[in-house]
């Protein structure tokens, strides 16, 4: 497809009706090396029991990983800050092509067609940003439009998405898209203790895009309305900061995390649905971040939820960990590879993160 001169215009040639954003399609990446759990307990040589718990229980069967290379005694090598933050760009950046390239894919779209990038990150600190290595690496056109959103966390993805449909609305019939860049990877410290054992046993290394548009009668769920909740209380509950033992930055969670992000989950649903005219009984497909078993039975507890309601949550946690920003995109994916959804089916999506903070969003397919 051919970009066309779009400058003046009110529409463009995604336009078609009356529409409003809408997705149009998702594409994801990860990288070459998946691991088992007991894969990375080997490797580490890790003994102690209590790790061994955490990583063996975490309903994780596999994670794609960047892993350094064995030093001298066998074990990946300790990376340092600098080392890190190179592999958080390096590989970021291909990721991030490689999802963005499979979303234009599936939607037969081309590069040229891009008119604004949002690149979601909070796994290393670069700038210039992903938008800016992305338009380089791709060709995308330098008119392009762009936003950079880093260090906000899991719950990003849906904040991402809400400027991106914002700005989709203002300029109908462009395409826009926003890709979740997260190497997880270059974000871990290995010091054998509890709290940096409960991180490297959960998150994986990958990247999801989504394409989305105003006024396009082209198949794809229409967002409706979006709703957030932030509990003060617990801003320290999450978070990535400086260690200064080891000289690098760190995750830290929360033991009690689970609960007060599932304490808050029937709230902010609530809220999203208030005015709606939509009863909770009518959400056909239930897109929720793959935080943890914990947090995902938590939510599941508070909101009533089945197994069923969430087996695209856990199918992701369980074939890739947390993936950040991005999970919920992966279960966007496959809930499309299941073929399940009927026009007319309405559709929570759902992120959790630091702050702490429920995203959420109402789509109609």
């Known amino acids: 497809m051919t970009r066309p001169d779009t400058a003046g215009r009110t529409d463009g040639p995604w336009a078609a009706g009356r529409r409003g ?9 990860n990288p070459e090396d998946s691991y088992s759990q007991a894969d990375l307990l080997d490797m580490y040589a890790i003994e102690d029991h209590r790790i061994r718990s955490v990583f063996l229980n975490s309903a994780i069967d596999r994670r794609f990983l960047t892993v350094p290379p064995p030093g001298a005694d066998g074990r990946p090598r300790p990376e340092t800050q600098g080392e ?14 490689r999802a963005l390239q499979s979303c234009l894919k599936r939607i037969d779209a081309a590069v040229s ?57 203002a300029n109908p019939g462009r395409l826009a898209l926003m890709v979740c860049v997260e190497v997880c990877s270059a974000a871990y410290v290995f010091d054998g203790t509890m709290r940096t054992s409960v991180v ?68 902010v649903i609530g809220d999203l649905l208030s005015e709606t005219g939509v009863r909770r009984s009518e959400i056909a497909h239930w897109l929720i971040h793959s935080g943890g078993k914990k947090v995902i039975d938590s939510v599941g507890v508070n909101l009533g939820l089945t197994g069923y309601d969430v087996r695209h949550t856990t199918s992701v946690l369980r074939d890739f960990g947390n993936l950040s920003s991005g999970s919920f995109l992966f279960s966007y994916e496959r809930l499309l590879e299941e073929g399940v959804v009927r026009p007319g089916d309405y559709g929570v999506l759902m992120t959790m993160g630091p702050g702490s903070t429920l995203e959420t969003a109402l789509v109609r397919y």
Not at 84 to 95: D, I
Not at 137 to 160: F, H, K, Q, W, Y
Not at 207 to 229: D, F, I, M, N
């Open 21 to 29: 954003p809408a997705i149009l399609g998702v594409g994801t990446a």
């Open 113 to 169: 067609d891009i008119d604004y990038l949002v690149c979601v990150s909070s796994t290393g600190l670069l700038t210039p940003g992903f938008s800016a290595l992305l338009i380089r690496e791709l060709g995308i056109p330098t008119s392009c439009s762009r936003l950079d959103i880093v260090g906000m966390g899991c719950n990003a993805g849906l904040n991402a998405l809400n400027a991106t449909t914002g700005w989709a609305t």
């Open 84 to 97: 890190l933050l190179a592999k958080h760009k390096a590989r970021g950046t291909e990721l991030g092509a």
């Open 200 to 267: 490297n046993s959960l998150f994986g290394d990958g990247a999801a895009a989504v394409a989305v548009a105003h006024g396009t009668e082209r198949p794809g769920p229409q967002v409706l309305k979006y709703a957030s909740r932030i509990v003060p209380d617990a801003v320290d509950a999450m978070r990535y900061d400086w260690d200064d033992e080891q000289g690098k930055f760190s995750f830290f969670l929360d033991r009690d995390v689970p609960y007060v992000v599932g304490a808050h989950a029937e709230e």
